[in-house]
């Protein structure tokens, strides 16, 4: 069963940086696309970050310019860099993943969700 793990969430100040990262565990697979939603209270979750295939990731305009998705293929893990942290941040941050098992259609998974918090 595949599992996406998060990690890197936590406080940070206004203005400040933070790393997230995310891997599946469970084996080897084939990862369609991969990257970050999130959510905040009272909102509806929304994409962040995504990265299909070999492309350059998708961003919400609202995080353009501050925050970069990488991929390491090898390790099957995504990272979200997260920079110049505003009071519109602060959400749970889940980690994302389109993968193909042989013979089916790709179905999503979904980490847990790990708490992004901006202190002013």
């Known amino acids: 069963q595949v599992q996406l793990v998060e990690s890197g969430g936590g406080l940070v100040q206004s203005g400040g940086s933070l790393v997230l990262s995310c891997a599946p565990s469970?084996?080897?697979?084939?990862?369609?696309?991969m990257g970050w939603y999130r959510q905040a209270p009272g909102k509806q979750r929304e994409m962040v970050a995504l990265?299909?295939?070999?492309?350059?990731?998708n961003y919400a305009d609202s995080v353009k310019g501050r925050f970069a998705a990488s991929r390491d293929y090898a390790r099957q893990t995504v990272h979200l860099q997260m920079n110049n942290l505003k009071p519109e941040d602060p959400a749970v941050y889940y980690c994302?993943?389109?993968?193909?098992?042989?013979?089916?259609?790709?179905?999503?998974?979904w980490g847990q969700g790990t708490q992004v918090i901006v202190s002013s």
């Open positions: 994302y993943a389109s993968i193909e098992f042989e013979g089916s259609r790709a179905s999503d998974y």
């Open positions: 990265v299909r295939g070999a492309d350059a990731a």
């Open positions: 469970g084996g080897i697979f084939a990862i369609i696309a």
